[in-house]
């Protein structure tokens, strides 16, 4: 099977591995330790914020990040429902309820018109996901949100290196989280980061990563154990060093998808809108017109060829049993429609040679069998 994603790891992160692990550094109680500290710097200077905190996965950076921007109960939150739980899961966990908002069927990220007609006096904070690596529409969003005074926090997971009119997906929000997760554009197995330019949300996350300890044994504020380990941070800092390279050949693998695929009937590609870079997380094509039978039907065959396709994402979130028995239904159809249609294919580095040769084929092959037009 051509896997939809999986981690690419070297000689190099063997040996950091091994490094720390000689050390006897293992963690550091304010979750600041040597590589920690290496592994922020770096991830600052690559995306072009002032700050970035370390964190053990992208949602307790998420969760973190609501927290520092002081949401809590009775307060909403926006999010699209079309994207990873863990986006809306951290609106729940700081005890504030999430708004769901529609997206652009292009892009599959929020739309910047259902955002401004979402926001109500109990808003404090919208969340944008930059989903398959594509960037969201962030100018629109953060002008209106900042005219309300409304924190924007970027969920970055999926968008490593991604670009938005000039700047780093991670550099444009009051806060940006990611995701270091074991098949994501870079790893450290688990793991995540905050970026931000804000010395005073800096600080917050910090205090938060650590049970809100500014001194042993002190709590100021609430907090958790959210610490990155010293293991990761080291794989962290030798896999950001490729993540360029690794970026390079997911659009490179893009490019020959979208060149050979852009002719077939029935499948909409992915876009690049102007002014944006996509980091190529996921190549996501859509079965216009289809309903999930059918998309289920051809990721299926696709399957039985050792093409792993796969769906990101069959349920939106405001349709999952927990959240729809909590916050109710939802009017998102471009988000349902999407959720049918969507089917993401293999477009990661360590694809080989041929195997792009053998995706095209299988694709063509199962909408010939459908009759796809
Ligand atoms: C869009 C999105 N948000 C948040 C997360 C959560 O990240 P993690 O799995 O590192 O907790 C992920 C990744 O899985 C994601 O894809």
Redesign the pocket.
């Known amino acids: 099977m051509i896997p939809i994603n999986r981690p690419i790891i070297g000689e190099e992160e063997i040996q950091a591995a091994i490094k720390v692990l000689r050390s006897g550094i293992l963690t550091e109680k304010s979750g600041h330790g040597p590589f920690a500290s290496k592994f922020e710097k770096a991830f600052a200077d690559y995306i072009g914020s002032k700050f970035a905190v370390t964190f053990n ?6 969760h973190a990040a609501l927290l520092a921007a002081g949401v809590g109960p009775k307060d909403e939150v926006i999010v699209p429902s079309f ?5 809306a899961e951290v609106a729940v966990l700081a005890g504030a309820k999430p708004i769901f908002v529609d997206i652009d069927p292009k892009t599959y990220c929020m739309d910047p018109e259902e955002v401004k007609q979402a926001i109500s006096g109990r808003t404090k904070a919208i969340i944008p ?3 398959y690596g594509h960037p969201c529409d962030m100018a629109p969003i953060i002008e209106c949100g900042h005219e309300h005074g409304i924190i924007v926090i970027e ?1 970055a ?2 968008a490593h290196g991604a670009e938005y009119k000039g700047k780093k997906a991670g550099a444009l929000g009051d806060l940006a ?1 990611f ?3 074991a ?2 554009n870079m790893t450290t197995g ?3 980061m905050i970026t931000t330019n804000s010395e005073e949300f800096m600080e917050k996350v910090r205090l938060i990563r650590s049970h809100g300890e500014k001194e042993p044994y002190k709590s100021v504020i609430i907090g958790h154990n959210y610490r990155l380990p010293e293991i990761e941070a080291a794989i962290g800092l030798v896999q950001l060093g490729k993540l360029p390279k690794f970026l390079e050949a997911r659009r490179k693998n893009a490019m020959f998808l979208m060149k050979e695929l852009v002719s077939v009937g029935g499948l909409q590609m992915p876009v690049e809108y102007s002014g944006c870079k996509h980091s190529w ?1 996921l190549f996501t094509v859509r079965l216009k017109g289809a309903r999930s039978k059918i998309r289920n039907k051809m990721v299926k065959k696709l399957r039985e060829e050792y093409v792993g396709a796969s769906v ?1 994402y069959p349920i939106p979130i405001h349709k999952m049993p927990y959240y729809h028995d909590l916050f109710g239904k939802a009017n998102l159809p471009e988000t349902e429609e999407a959720a049918q249609q969507a089917i993401s294919l293999p477009v990661h580095p360590a694809i080989r040679e041929g195997e792009l040769d053998h995706i095209v084929k299988a694709v063509k092959k199962a909408v010939a069998s459908f009759a796809i037009k």
Do not use: I, N, R
Request: net charge negative; hydrophobic share 30%.
């Open positions: 996965s992208g949602t307790s950076a998420l994207t990873f739980v863990a986006t996901v930059h989903l969920d997971a999926q989280c995701s270091f997760y098949t994501k688990e793991g995540g997380y990101y």
